[in-house]
Each structure stands twice: as C-alpha cells, then as structure tokens.
C-alpha cells in the first residue's frame, strides 16, 4: 500500500513517519533535519543540549553545570536552526521532544517554540501544563501517552483549563528504546503490548475529536507501518531505526555497540527516573550490579524525580553523565539506550535509503529477518 501523509495541526508531513526524539545527542540537527528533507518528521531532543555546544555552557569536569546548561538555551535554539537549515530553510518542519520530567520544562517549551520549532513532542509525564508555555495556535502539541486513560486525563484537564485538545497523540507500546511510561512488571503484559493499546486510545481519542494517533515502540519495517495504520493508527513514531544512518548524532562508539548488541544484550533496566528504560547491557551495567560504577555526582540536575541525585545514588549511576558519555563516545561507562529490535540493526545505511525502505519496501540491507539474526 502507498503510505499516506500525516498532518499534525496545520502542518502536513508527506509520509506518515516521525523519527523519535532521542537524547543526549541521538537526534539533534543531522538527523532531524535531514529525516524532515526526505519526507518524514525529523525531530531534535532538547534533553542534554549543553553537550552538543560546549563553548555555550559552564562546566564542571566536562559536565553541563545545572539544568540552566545540561539543558541550554542557546544550544537548543542553534541545534533547532541548523536542522531547519538541513531540511530545506526556515519553512521546514522540525518537531522538538521535550521530558516532561526534566528541570526547566516550561522554560524549554519556550526555548523550542522561539527557536522556531512546528511541533512539540513531550512524554516522561503527563504534560498538563504544556498549552501554558505553548499557546501559539500554530504550534502544535503532542503528548505521548502509554494508556487511554493517560489521554483522558490530558484531553480533560487541557479543554477545561486552557480551551485546547492535542493535536495529535503518540501511544507508545513498552518495546521502545529508553524510559518506559509504566512499571517493570507491566511492560511484559498483553494489555499493555502496543496492538492492544492503538485501538483503545483510538477509542478514547474518539470521545474528544479526530486528532491523529501515532503508534510507537518497537516498530521495525514497512509491513509493521502498514500493520498499525490498517489499525487505525494516523502514523508511526520510529526512534531506533534511525540510530543505524550515517546521519544520526550518535557518536560512532554508540553506532558500533548498537550493531554489535545480540537480543538478549537489549534488557530494561532500572533508571533514576523511576521508571524501566530499555537499553544494552555494557560494562556501565556490569559495573553498577558489582557497585563499581562511577561516583554520582550530580553536576547537571537534570531531571526533577532524582531529586538533585538521590535516586541517581539508589540505582547506582547518574542518568545525565552516562548518556553524555554515550554521546562522547566513552563505551566503558555510557549508557546506551535502544529499543528491542536494536539488534536487527547489523549496519549503517542513509536517512534517504532508509526512508525508501520504509516508504516503499524496497531493502536497504540492513533488515536481519527474526529468528535468523545470527
């Protein structure tokens, strides 16, 4: 089947695609953009930006100082700029992704909508107070969601208090790289697997209006595409897939363990953030079961449940330093996030290739059929 366009508010993209925001320094302005020229929705994370503009932000033993430069204005808006700029100019189509859960949210919504930013993407929380610091009609709103009732929740709480709906919804099954929106136990039952969870926040999203709903979380090829559109589905959010293209911000380090990670390397593990987060069992793990993981230090403060580290200190390591480290391309002590089909990613490939894969079905030769991965 032709893929269909996604429109989001009043913007429309050509194929019903939208590259998941993944941070610290997955996707910034390479991938971003050039997803967005070819077609899809690019989309920036604004999670850690300090590390990709050092020069902008106050450090500490390499670290970004405080929420004010892990999360720095200054390189948020350039890194929004220059993935406009690699998607075509000013009149491009850049998403943002933006944790509800980090320090500064309102002032980052800010950031992204003054940066120029079309559409803003925010899970880690339900975001009952987005419409507040983005009430520009022309910036549109998406939420993620794990559950009908998150959507409830939202719908009501944004129509009584600011007189808006979303203008579209990401439900996200708990097969998706990084942190999870339930609990451990949860992301192994069937109600909670994301074919069960489509037609039912289609059912609730019913109730408020005809606003978009995007599927997420472990979605591989063309087939699945297909498969959640014929379920009602409006799109699909992909983030790991696009950690195999030249394109994306990754560090190198980070492609190669990605392409390296057998299936049972890819575990949910526990987070600072209180909840699971998928990711691939290194050394960094190994060392925070035998406690001998690098100190906390909580230089950053980067998100509000660690409550300036504490909770960093009960699971052994500090969310903010691991993933800048992934992204520096330090293999024995970063984190590195993926999803569960991580380990189907054997090569490189080009957003532009990857893109016709996706869009056409025509193989760029990175997909390893299940069960002969080898």
Not at 8 to 24: A, L, R, S
Not at 251 to 260: A, H, L, M, Q
Not at 284 to 313: F, M, Q, R
Request: hydrophobic fraction near 35%; proline fraction near 6%; charge should be neutral.
């Amino acid at each position: 089947m032709a893929l269909p366009p996604l429109r989001i508010g009043k913007y429309e993209i050509q194929y019903p695609i939208i590259q998941g925001g993944m941070g610290v320094g997955i996707s910034w302005e390479n991938l971003a953009g050039t997803v967005s020229k070819h077609g899809g929705l690019g989309v920036v994370s604004s999670v850690g930006t300090g590390y990709r503009h050092p020069n902008y932000v106050k450090l500490k033993d390499g670290r970004p100082i405080g929420s004010k430069y892990i999360h720095s204005s200054e390189a948020l808006k350039r890194i929004i700029r220059d993935a406009k700029e690699i998607a075509g100019g000013e009149n491009a189509v850049i998403g943002v992704n933006i944790l509800y859960a980090i320090t500064d949210f309102g002032r980052v919504v800010r950031d992204s909508v003054e940066a120029g930013a079309n559409i803003i993407i925010v899970g880690a929380g339900l975001p009952l107070t987005l419409p507040k610091y983005a009430p520009e009609e022309d910036v549109a709103l998406v939420p993620i969601v794990s559950s009908a009732r998150a959507l409830r929740v939202i719908c009501k709480h944004w129509k009584k208090k600011y007189n808006r709906l979303p203008d579209a919804v990401v439900v996200e099954g708990p097969k998706s790289g990084g942190h999870q929106g339930i609990p451990y136990e949860d992301c192994f039952k069937p109600e909670f697997q994301l074919e069960n969870l489509v037609p039912e926040v289609i059912k609730e999203r019913d109730k408020w209006g005809d606003f978009p709903v995007i599927a997420a979380g472990g979605i591989w090829d063309k087939k699945d595409i297909e498969f959640y559109l014929n379920l009602g589905a409006a799109g699909v959010q992909m983030g790991t897939r696009f950690v195999g293209t030249y394109e994306c911000d990754a560090s190198d380090e980070f492609k190669k363990v990605i392409i390296n990670a057998k299936k049972d390397d890819i575990v949910l593990l526990k987070s600072p953030v209180g909840y699971p987060a998928r990711g691939i069992v290194t050394q960094l793990i190994k060392d925070i079961e035998k406690g001998t993981a690098p100190e906390v230090k909580c230089v950053s403060n980067c998100v509000v449940p660690c409550n300036h580290g504490e909770e960093a200190k009960k699971v052994g390591f500090c969310i903010a330093d691991r993933l800048g480290d992934a992204y520096l391309g330090r293999r024995e002590t970063g984190l590195f996030f993926s999803g569960s089909n991580g380990y189907r990613i054997k090569r490189l490939v080009h957003v532009k290739d990857l893109m016709r894969e996706l869009v056409e079905g025509v193989p760029s030769g990175q997909d390893i059929p299940e069960g002969q991965e080898g």
